[in-house]
Antibody
Framework: QLQLQESGPGLVKPSETLSLTCTVSGGSISSSSYYWGWIRQPPGKGLEWIGSIYYSGSTYYNPSLKSRVTISVDTSKNQFSLKLSSVTAADTAVYYC??????????????WGQGTLVTVSS | EIVLTQSPATLSLSPGERATLSCRASQSVSSYLAWYQQKPGQAPRLLIYDASNRATGIPARFSGSGSGTDFTLTISSLEPEDFAVYYCQQRSNWPSFTFGPGTKVDIK
């Protein structure tokens, strides 16, 4: 059974960089049938796609966040990572890592991590 | 950017009733639409992909329909575990990938 687990600091200071890692177990991140992505959800609000990466390293970002986002992949560790720079309180959210299925037209997300709350505060 | 609108924002129903949730796109997304269910404190769960295909393990009471700009998620007879928030998601013109604001289905 595939599992995704987010890890990283739960508290980040304003103007600093948020860094999270997603460890994938029970399956290979190097499969050609999937993208690996990050989605966030501010407390009490809806879902926002941040970006996704293919195992080859090709990246796809939400245009509204693109200037601040970097997603990378480490196939040797079966992990992918998120960096979001110059954070503000508006970046406080539960951050999910997830797997997209590229074999289907809607590129849906079939597996999600449990989510990790990141608070931006001094 | 394609914007998804979901209606109603809240749907108050009783167990056993039929739920009809709407998702409308600001321009055509063909059939590139999925639906998710989210319960409090949990990650979303994929219900429907490509507008009308049930994901693995999803009960037959969940069905999706539509194409272009208008989509519907139908729950034929609500079970107690179906009371949750439902989101639609589109990926037209990847890497455009957006979610609707959600519809909360709560107990009447």
């Amino acid at each position: 059974q595939l599992q995704l687990q987010e890890s990283g600091p739960g508290l980040v200071k304003p103007s600093e960089t948020l860094s999270l890692t997603c460890t994938v177990s029970g399956g290979s991140i190097s499969s050609s049938s999937y993208y690996w992505g990050w989605i966030r959800q501010p407390p009490g609000k809806g879902l926002e796609w941040i970006g996704s990466i293919y195992y080859s390293g090709s990246t796809y970002y939400n245009p509204s966040l693109k200037s601040r986002v970097t997603i990378s992949v480490d196939t040797s560790k079966n992990q992918f990572s998120l960096k979001l720079s110059s954070v503000t309180a508006a970046d406080t959210a539960v951050y999910y890592c997830a797997r997209h299925m590229t074999d289907f037209e809607s590129i849906p997300i079939d597996y999600w991590g449990q989510g990790t709350l990141v608070t931006v505060s001094s | 950017e394609i914007v998804l609108t979901q209606s109603p924002a809240t749907l108050s129903l009783s167990p056993g009733e039929r739920a009809t949730l709407s998702c409308r796109a600001s321009q055509s997304v063909s059939s590139y639409l999925a639906w998710y269910q989210q319960k409090p404190g949990q990650a979303p769960r994929l219900l429907i992909y490509d507008a009308s295909n049930r994901a693995t393990g999803i009960p037959a009471r969940f069905s999706g329909s539509g194409s272009g700009t208008d989509f519907t998620l139908t729950i034929s007879s609500l079970e107690p575990e179906d009371f949750a928030v439902y989101y639609c998601q589109q990926r037209s013109n990847w890497p455009s990938f957006t979610f609707g604001p959600g519809t909360k289905v709560d107990i009447k």
